[in-house]
Each structure stands twice: as C-alpha cells, then as structure tokens.
C-alpha cells in the first residue's frame, strides 16, 4: 500500500474514476442490449429513438474519458447499421 501522502490520495481518486467509469460502461451495455433487442423485434420506430438515446450515451462517456472517440464512434456506427438495415427490411417488405 502506498505511504506518501499524494499516493494515497491518487490511489484514493482512482478508485473513484474506476467505480465511475464501470457505471458508465454497464449503462452504455443495457442500452445497446435494449437497442438489439427492439432491433430483433423488427420495432423499427422504437428502435430509431432508442438509437439517438445510446449514441447519447456513448458519446457522453467520450466527454468523460471512459471511451476514445474512435472506439465510441466504432459503437455508434455499428449500432445506427443494424437500425437501418431494419428499416431497409421493412420498406422491400411494403
């Protein structure tokens, strides 16, 4: 265990960044998990807000260093496919 004052604390502040930062990540994973599944229920209304609400998210823990831009932009991407090709799906079935 650290002896210096100053190692304490910043033992002390990581502590709180690594608590701060598996919320962040558990919150952006239940969204993404909400988002494929309304993705699989072809609900593609549903799944059209939900997607604006989780890039939100994503790009919110960029603000608060939890992810880089390119591994959240990667995420945002790949998430915004899948709801388009739902709609793409919908509409050749129309």
């Given at each position: 265990m650290a002896q210096h004052?100053?190692?304490?604390?910043?033992?002390?502040q990581s502590l709180k960044r690594?608590?701060?930062n598996k919320s962040t990540k558990s919150k952006i994973?239940?969204?993404t998990k909400k988002l494929e599944q309304?993705?699989?229920?072809?609900?593609?209304e549903k799944a059209?807000?939900?997607l604006s609400q989780v890039e939100s998210v994503i790009m919110k823990s960029v603000t608060k260093?939890?992810?880089k831009l390119n591994t959240a932009?990667?995420?945002v991407s790949r998430l915004a496919k899948k709801v388009k090709s739902?709609?793409?799906s919908t509409a050749a079935k129309a």
């Open positions: 004052k100053s190692a304490i604390k910043a033992h002390k690594a608590l701060r994973k239940t969204f309304l993705v699989e229920s072809k609900d593609f059209k807000s939900t260093k939890v992810l932009s990667r995420k739902l709609d793409i």
